[in-house]
């Protein structure tokens, strides 16, 4: 009988042994109810291209830059009350080859828009950076009443080759400016730690009511080599630090588990009023090389600790799925008053079809062990290499029946074209596995290599008008030129 590794290595270390699909002081999964939802009278469904305009679409203007590579709401940057726009190119070359650059649109925004024209653009200090690979809303992390943006840049070398950086810069954010004047800069703290591969604010996880920051850096090697961390700093964050002065380090435990690899806030699963933290580790070996595991912690969260003290964990359902490539708090999904996650598996097999890819539900509250078959909701893709999974997102409550609603990018979806790639949206609340052709509402690429679905997030609501908006990014669309790539915001309210 197959014996986890991660149980094999807990015993080694004279932690208590454990059985198949469970970590050590981590009980099994016992099951669950599914919800049901009256369908609301207002609901958009079917299936959409692109080209409908219901929105904006922002455009990268250089060829290769990959624009949308990266979307997200970051907040209300210029205090105009409207949410703002973020779009990553990492591989814009603004400030050198493959430098990055991140583009910020105030809100609310309209029509055919150019990454030349944003109303700010933060750009790569230096070639390879790769800034932009992640962006978002920081939340308040200075306290002084203005939201924050930050941009992540695994592959700055300041401290050595691929030691990576996280910046954050305080709003107001207008006009241009080098991330090398970013208001704080975070390195990794050795060369190939690559932090920055994934960042998210985290919510308020001590309680002190500013916002903190979660940094995934999955080369880190303290739990042994390329064992992956993730890194929370508790605002107020000011200044130039490293990836050492993290107020509190989670560790992976094992060589190759490249823990941090995807980060996120998960809400509040338990409702006990503190945020929680969800953390992917793709290459956790639970059955076999790179099953993939998602590691739950409850908030509060103010003590350094490894993956074997998560308060919940789910495993991939075989070697290679690499579940965790991606995670993301889902909203409430169910209404029940416990926050919910989505966790995408994009080199999942399904059904014989390599890399069709799934994203997986499970609603709050979550304790224990579980593997990927034990989720509140699958959804799956449709054919090799789909992908599905790629990119997952809360969605908000697109058809307002007030329960929310989940995004999944399927990167290399073909319905539109071939890899032109597709966003599915799911309307909580969700149970049982549904293919991504059956998802309520999809948006799907135009053209061929387009990987719509690269990235989603739910926009919130940009333009006020009371209706949660989505946006979508395609780093594969040639509109301007070869790759430079694209992002749609698509309003609730638009259809
Ligand atoms: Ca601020
Ligand atoms: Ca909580
Ligand atoms: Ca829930
Ligand atoms: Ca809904």
Redesign the pocket.
């Known amino acids: 009988m197959h014996r986890p590794a991660l149980c094999l290595f807990a015993s080694l270390m004279t932690l208590p042994a454990c059985a198949d699909g469970e970590l050590p002081g981590i009980p099994p999964w016992t099951g669950d109810d599914a919800a049901t939802a009256d369908v609301p009278t207002w609901r958009p469904e079917g299936e959409f291209g692109l080209d409908q305009p219901r929105g904006a679409l922002v455009l990268g203007d250089a060829e290769g830059s990959h624009a949308g590579w990266s979307v997200a709401p970051a907040g209300d940057l210029n205090g105009d009350g409207f949410g703002d726009v973020v779009v990553g190119a990492y591989s814009d070359a603004r400030g050198g080859e493959l430098s990055g650059s991140t583009f910020i649109f105030y809100g609310p925004l309209q029509g055919d828009l150019s990454a030349s024209n944003a109303d700010a653009v933060l750009i790569g200090e230096g070639a390879y950076d790769y800034s932009g690979w992640t962006a978002g809303p920081a939340g308040d992390v200075n306290g002084d009443g203005m939201d924050d943006v930050f941009v992540s840049a695994y592959g700055d070398d300041t401290i050595g080759p691929g030691s990576g950086a996280v910046y954050i810069v305080y709003g107001p954010v207008q006009g241009q400016m080098s991330l090398a004047d970013a208001d704080v800069k975070i390195l990794g703290a050795a060369a190939y730690d690559n932090a920055g591969i994934a960042a998210a604010s985290a919510g308020d996880l001590n309680g002190d009511g500013i916002d903190d920051l979660v940094i995934g850096s999955y080369g880190a090697d303290a739990g042994g080599p390329d064992a992956g961390a993730a890194f929370v700093f508790m605002g107020p964050i000011s200044g130039h630090l490293n990836t050492n002065n993290a107020h509190v380090r989670i560790d992976g435990v094992l060589p190759g588990q490249w823990v941090g690899y995807s980060v996120a806030s998960a809400g509040d699963m338990n409702a006990d009023g503190r945020d929680d933290l969800i953390v992917g580790a793709v290459g956790t070996p639970m059955h076999g090389e790179d099953t993939g595991a998602a590691f739950l912690f409850l908030g509060p969260i103010t003590s350094d600790r490894t993956v074997l003290q998560a308060d919940a964990v789910v495993h991939g359902a075989a070697a290679g799925d690499r579940l965790g490539v991606t995670v993301a708090g889902a909203g409430d999904l169910n209404a029940d008053g416990y926050a919910d996650v989505i966790i995408g598996t994009p080199y999942a097999d399904v059904d014989g079809m390599v890399d069709a890819g799934a994203a997986y539900v499970i609603y709050g509250p979550w304790s224990g062990t579980r593997g990927a078959h034990q989720a509140n909701a699958m959804f799956t893709g449709t054919d090799t290499d789909d992908q599905a999974g790629f990119s997952v997102s809360a969605a908000g409550?697109?058809?307002a029946?007030g329960?929310?609603?989940v995004i999944v990018g399927v990167l290399h979806d073909d319905r539109g074209a071939a890899d032109a790639g597709a966003a599915a949206v799911f309307?909580?609340p969700a149970s049982g596995v549904r293919s991504v052709n059956d998802a309520d509402l999809s948006f799907l690429g135009l053209t061929s290599g387009d990987r719509a679905g690269g990235a989603v997030a739910s926009a919130g609501d940009v333009n006020g008008d009371g209706r949660s908006d989505l946006l979508i990014g395609a780093h594969g669309y040639d509109g301007r030129a070869d790759d430079a790539g694209a992002a749609w915001l698509v309003l609730g309210g638009g259809f």
């Open positions: 409550d697109v058809d029946d329960y929310d609603d309307y909580g």
